[in-house]
């Protein structure tokens, strides 16, 4: 049974449920202070991580690079969120060949919220955001941003692999588990749209 939690979230109450709010803990105990020395390491591996799928990416310490940078990650998340979508649609067909009818909205919902985040995350405004404007942001910003993208990126190369499995599994005729696929990848574009509003949160939240 799904059950909903009360977290303090940027200054606000926010409501989430038991995975969302699994999730929230995760990205928080990552991103508490450490030993300088490990923090600096930390922040050092999580560049390199971005910069070897990111071309073009050199992180957000100079403000020139800052969108540029973010647009860079925006980019690379739609486009898997894209793919993730292409492969629903290859899924959807796959059911009514198979007159799966049950499953036949589940996944038309599905399509329809993975290109609603995808769009969200692609079409992203910040309006005047202290991060991207200051000259100077402190270090802890620097560093929960990169957290940030590096989740973000993980989770989008997660979701992606879920649909790939899923549309290879339907047209090889494994068909038995799709409802539990179906919800798993649900939840997997819940937790890739709730990363991306805590680094707009924090994107918004910076001061100038």
Do not use: W
Not at 59 to 64: P, Q, V, W
């Amino acid at each position: 049974m799904i059950q909903n939690h009360l977290i303090t979230h940027m200054g606000r109450l926010v409501i989430f449920n038991s995975e969302q709010s699994r999730t929230l803990l995760r990205v928080t105990l990552t991103l508490t202070a450490k030993p300088p020395l490990e923090r600096v390491q930390e922040s050092e591996r999580l560049l390199e991580r971005l910069m070897l799928v990111l071309p073009g990416f050199r992180g957000y310490k100079l403000k020139e690079q800052r969108r540029e940078a973010d647009r860079i990650v925006r980019t690379y998340i739609y486009e898997e969120m894209e793919r993730s979508r292409d492969d629903l649609t290859s899924c959807l067909q796959a059911l009514v060949d198979n007159k799966l009818s049950e499953l036949l909205e589940p996944m038309n919902r599905l399509i329809a919220k993975v290109d609603r985040v995808a769009s969200k995350i692609n079409h992203a405004s910040y309006g005047y955001a202290g991060f991207f404007d200051s000259i100077r942001i402190e270090v802890p910003d620097l560093d929960r941003m990169l957290g940030y993208d590096t989740q973000l990126m993980d989770l989008a190369r997660k979701l992606s692999e879920m649909t790939t499995t899923l549309r290879t599994n339907l047209s090889q005729g494994k068909l038995d588990d799709a409802r539990n696929s179906e919800r798993q990848i649900d939840g997997s574009v819940g937790s890739l749209e709730l990363a991306f509003d805590q680094r707009k949160s924090m994107i918004e939240g910076v001061k100038v």
